[in-house]
Structures are given as structure tokens and as C-alpha cells.
């Protein structure tokens, strides 16, 4: 037999084994992951849950929230480049609240991700910030998590605010002309956080009955 048939069964024989290794540790990787998915799903669903009930009481509606929602493309108003969604909050079948999935583009460090519950009257239920890249003890007192004021943290100013209270034009951090604070050295945080609020709260009075109206899960 000569070297070379020997080199290429030997070949072959290896090849054939990196392949039936590849086919069975994809298998037990696929099987893995079938197996923990309702785990990971029903923590994420949780994850999700924490944050809407921090701007938006779990007592001011009834039904399956994360169920009930419209999915949002490319919505420029809202920062959404690549989509997102929005919830619908409902109490004995009556609108109740927009809970918004938004982006303030514009923070000193990126994007800044926010959750903003919205009343059907207009008027928000709460904002937080879900995800940024603000400078940490600067700019980061936007998540209140973060914020070492934990009495009064700066984001709770929004609270119970709409436009009919202070007008768009009055929507400002106070450096800017406007009505709400900021802290001093990290205004661009505080102003990217601002902007998009009122940017949520505009496109909800909007589009409020369009949003309601929509079947669940569609897109606008």
C-alpha cells in the first residue's frame, strides 16, 4: 500500500470524524438550548415586567401587558432606527397607558434607551433609562439606579408631567430656557433624557387612537 492511499485514507478517516464531532456537538448545543429557552424567555419577560411597573403601576390596568402591543419600524420621533415596540395598557377594556420603547440619540456618550409609560390623558406615568454609555459618576445620574440622590433621583421629575403643563417649547433643561433641572457638569445627558421625553409624549398624543386602534402584534 503506498504512502499516499495511506495519506488519504488517514485523511478521510479524520475528516469523517471532525464531521460526526461537529454534527453531535451541534445537536447537544441545539438540545441545550431548547432545553433553558423558557428560562431565558421568562427572565427576560420578568426584566421587562420590573421596568414597566417602575413607570407605570401595576393597578392602573388589567390586562397581559407584554401581549398587547404594536410593533414600531423605524420611527424617527422615537429614536428607533431599527423598530421597536409599544404597549398598550387597558383597565376593564378602556385605554389606560402607552408604554414606549424609545431612544434619546444624543447622550454625551451614545444612545441613551428609555421605557416611558404615557396615560391615555397624556400625561406620563414615568421614564427610565434602560441602557446608556454616560460617564459613571457624572452623567450617569440619569438612571436612578445610579443617581446617589435616591430620595428625590432626577429622573422622577418627570412624573405626572404632559404637555399641557409645560409646553413643548418650555421642554427644556433650565440651562436651555426651559423648566427642568439637571446637574451641573452633565447637561447633555440631562438634555438628550429631556428631548425624548417630550418627543414620546408628542408622538403619543399623535397617534394615541391609531396606537389603541391597531391589532395586537401588527406593525405601524
Not at 7 to 14: E, H, K, V
Not at 180 to 185: E, L, P, T, V
Request: hydrophobic share 40%; proline share 5%.
Amino acid at each position: 500500500m503506498s504512502d499516499r492511499y495511506t495519506a488519504t485514507r488517514t485523511s478521510l478517516r479524520t475528516a469523517g470524524i471532525m464531521i460526526v464531532f461537529t454534527l453531535a456537538f451541534t445537536a447537544m448545543m441545539s438540545q441545550t438550548y431548547r432545553a433553558t429557552r423558557p428560562a431565558i424567555e421568562a427572565s427576560e419577560q420578568e426584566q421587562k415586567m420590573r421596568l414597566i411597573n417602575d413607570v407605570l403601576p401595576p393597578g392602573s390596568y388589567d390586562n397581559t401587558l407584554l401581549e398587547d402591543f404594536v410593533a414600531a419600524g423605524r420611527t424617527p420621533e422615537l429614536g428607533l432606527d431599527r423598530g421597536g415596540r409599544i404597549y398598550r395598557a387597558r383597565r376593564a377594556g378602556v385605554p389606560a397607558a402607552l408604554v414606549f420603547e424609545a431612544v434619546a440619540p444624543d447622550g454625551y456618550g451614545g444612545k441613551i434607551q428609555l421605557v416611558v409609560a404615557v396615560g391615555a390623558e397624556g400625561r406620563l406615568g414615568g421614564v427610565r433609562v434602560t441602557a446608556h454609555k454616560e460617564t459613571p459618576g457624572l452623567g450617569d445620574y440619569i438612571d436612578p439606579r445610579k443617581d446617589r440622590n435616591k430620595t428625590q433621583p432626577w429622573i422622577g421629575q418627570f412624573a405626572g408631567m404632559s404637555l399641557a403643563d409645560v409646553a413643548p417649547a418650555q421642554w427644556k433643561v433650565k440651562r436651555d430656557g426651559g423648566v427642568f433641572a439637571y446637574r451641573i457638569g452633565a447637561t447633555i445627558s440631562a438634555r438628550a433624557v429631556t428631548n425624548a421625553t417630550r418627543r414620546v409624549l408628542e408622538y403619543a398624543a399623535k397617534h394615541r387612537d391609531t396606537l389603541f386602534a391597531a391589532s395586537t402584534g401588527s406593525t405601524i
